[in-house]
């Protein structure tokens, strides 16, 4: 039980310690020697978190948006009005995904297990704009406001703000919540 808790929060430091190099640089490039190499440990001990670097790769993304969510979560609680929530929620987001480089999301969009995971995110995004909309204004139609959030939120996934406006995904969300509140402010 020991050794499977010691390897246990080896793995989890490993990813952790992943993370920001996947976000900087993306992943496409590097081999499991590299990554090895970068986390000064053995390929056999990348080889015990993960099949093959494509598993390891989906560990890394499944972690980064899982952490995300927690924290994006947690900073939720020092929000003080339902309205605020809202741009808590969509500013949190912002944060977390401000060091994600283009070629992560490069690689992101390039891998369909990545991807996935990506739109999942953004799919469960949506629907909490949904649920803080509709706590922030109940006469609002919260579906149609998360059902244009999420549209966004998957133009922003796939690339097409960035190259309509040429904000990366970060400033993109920041300013979905400028939109989002504006409107529902405007409406009172």
């Known amino acids: ?13 490993l990813l952790g310690e992943l993370i920001p190099v996947i976000l900087a640089e993306g ?4 081999s499991m ?3 090895a190499r970068r986390l000064r440990c053995s390929k056999s001990t990348l ?3 993960a099949a093959s670097k494509e598993q390891l790769l989906i560990a890394v993304v499944r972690t980064f948006f ?3 969510t927690d924290r994006v979560e947690a900073s939720l609680a020092r929000a003080a009005t339902p309205m605020d929530r809202i741009r808590v929620y969509l500013g949190a987001i912002s944060v977390e995904l ?3 480089s283009p070629a992560f999301f490069a690689d992101v969009q390039a891998f369909a297990p990545a991807r996935e995971i990506y739109r999942d995110n953004t799919r469960a995004a949506a629907d909490r704009v ?3 909309v509709a706590d922030a204004d109940p006469s609002a139609d919260a579906r149609f406001v998360a ?13 097409d703000i960035a190259a309509a406006t040429g904000l990366d995904d970060s400033a993109a969300y920041r300013s979905l919540a400028e939109l989002i509140v504006a409107g529902l402010s405007s409406s009172h």
């Open 66 to 68: 899982r952490d995300a």
């Open 27 to 30: 992943f496409s490039d590097l």
């Open 130 to 132: 949904r649920q803080l």
């Open 33 to 35: 020697a590299d990554v």
């Open 147 to 159: 059902a244009v959030a999420g549209q966004v939120m998957q133009s922003i996934h796939r690339g």
């Open 47 to 49: 080889y015990g978190i």
């Open 98 to 100: 401000a060091p994600a």
């Open 1 to 13: 039980m020991t050794e499977q808790r010691g390897a246990t929060a080896r793995t989890s430091t």
